[in-house]
């Protein structure tokens, strides 16, 4: 099995202070010293989100992923040139949803997405879908073009293949509204109504905003009606009898998208997009919000397996499910199993499987109270874990207290506890 990429650790070794330093080194003995956890959660991935790309063409100031891409910059690794590697990966997780998704704007990788579209599979493969900004939807032959050559890889996957529907969502709201308009949006709508395309589904991705009338302007333009909007979802009603989902998810006050940047725009935060309200539809039976165990679509579903993340320079996450700074790369392996073993042989991993970044707040509180203001303070769900994690000193205690979670699951032998007990005396040290 390869050995993980410290990926972040060693970006900040010329920088981190003494303690951090001693802090990373206590947490890699401890994990090298762990034995194998005996069943520590699902060996498959339900879900996976692969990025073709980290750039995008857009550039929305809320968005805390992506940019329009510097021409001279490249990873040393990048998704979009290693397909056959990409597939070998994702076809062994098990898939029922594959997602080509940002990361980027994925549609800036188009060769690479059709040939996703046709060769990926799994025996319960059910769902393929593109998220898009809708960029390349300049004009309606244009978007005729693409939208074709989409179609046609997903119709050329051949019988020996799952048979699997095929799903188009547009990202569209006050922010890409300034950016490209809102006609790139109408374009896809209008195509996708052409009978040659009219079993590819579509719907809208926006974000719930006060005095945002984006949608509203695009029924306008569309001679569409909208319902009023019902658990974060609303009904675009087209001449033609077509209903199209319009989902509204929150804002994020993370990267280049900031409180304060927010009040100086005519648009403003409703409770219902705070991430404390908008997180309650996702919650399981125990009332825990748990990413890598959800689909956070329109329709959620609590899944059997994984959600899991390939980005585009091949880091192989579980969303919300592994410490950032621990994980395996596609240069190393394309190996389902190998990489899922990886990820399990830490037991932050095994705990946010478990019971998501609250699980981990919740085992660090008595020490470190503040992380619990950390969902408040970005009003997001997600990438919370590498925020939680972010200082090598709470890193570590916060593997000594997942240590002792599996432990007390059944998940590591009491014998674990040997080599936590002597990182926590190294945590009480640096502290």
Request: charged share 20%.
């Amino acid at each position: 099995m390869p050995e993980p990429v410290i990926v972040r650790a060693t970006a900040r070794s010329s920088t981190v202070s003494a303690p951090a330093a001693r802090a990373v080194r206590a947490r890699a003995e401890l994990l090298a010293a762990l034995p194998r956890p005996t069943e520590p959660g699902p060996a498959t991935a339900t879900t996976c989100y692969v990025w073709p790309t980290d750039y995008c063409d857009v550039g929305c100031a809320h968005c805390n992923f992506a940019s329009p891409r510097p021409p001279h910059v490249r990873h040393r690794f990048e998704v979009a040139d290693n397909l056959d590697r990409v597939l070998r990966l994702v076809n062994g997780m098990g898939l029922w949803k594959a997602v080509l998704s940002g990361g980027g704007e994925p549609m800036m990788k188009p060769a690479f997405c059709q040939g996703f579209i046709r060769q990926v599979d799994s025996p319960n493969l059910a769902e393929v879908e593109l998220i898009t900004s809708g960029s390349f939807a300049v004009s309606i032959t244009r978007t005729r073009q693409e939208i074709a050559a989409l179609a046609a890889a997903w119709r050329a996957r051949g019988a020996h293949r799952a048979d699997v529907t095929f799903t188009i969502r547009v990202s569209l709201d006050w922010f890409h509204a300034r950016r490209i308009g809102i006609e790139p949006a109408a374009n896809i709508l209008r195509v996708l109504g052409e009978p040659a395309f009219e079993d590819i589904g579509v719907y809208l991705r926006s974000v719930l905003l006060d005095d945002d009338r984006t949608v509203s302007d695009l029924a306008c333009i569309l001679d569409a009606t909208l319902s009023p909007v019902h658990d974060y979802q609303q009904s675009l009603s087209l001449p033609d009898g077509r209903d199209i989902v319009v989902y509204y998810k929150n804002l994020i006050l993370d990267g280049r998208m900031t409180r304060g940047r927010l009040d100086s725009l005519p648009v403003r935060l409703p409770e219902a997009s705070r991430a404390a309200v908008f997180g309650d539809r996702f919650k399981n039976d125990a009332g825990r919000h748990v990413p890598a165990r959800v689909y956070n679509g329109p329709t959620v579903v609590h899944l059997d397996g994984l959600a899991t993340i390939v980005e585009a320079s091949g880091g192989i996450k579980i969303l919300e499910g592994n410490h950032p700074d621990r994980y395996p790369r596609l240069p190393e392996t394309s190996d389902w199993a190998d990489a899922v073993s990886l990820l399990y042989a830490d037991p932050i991993t095994v705990a946010l499987v478990h019971g998501g970044p609250d699980l981990l707040v919740q085992l660090i509180a008595n020490e470190y109270p503040q992380m619990a203001d950390v969902t408040s303070a970005t009003n997001q769900l997600y990438y919370l874990a590498e925020k939680i994690l972010a200082d090598p000193v709470v890193s570590l205690f916060a593997t000594v207290r997942s240590v002792e979670f599996a432990v007390d699951a059944g998940i590591l032998p009491a014998s674990a506890l040997d080599a936590a007990l002597s990182a926590r005396h190294e945590w009480e040290s640096v502290r």
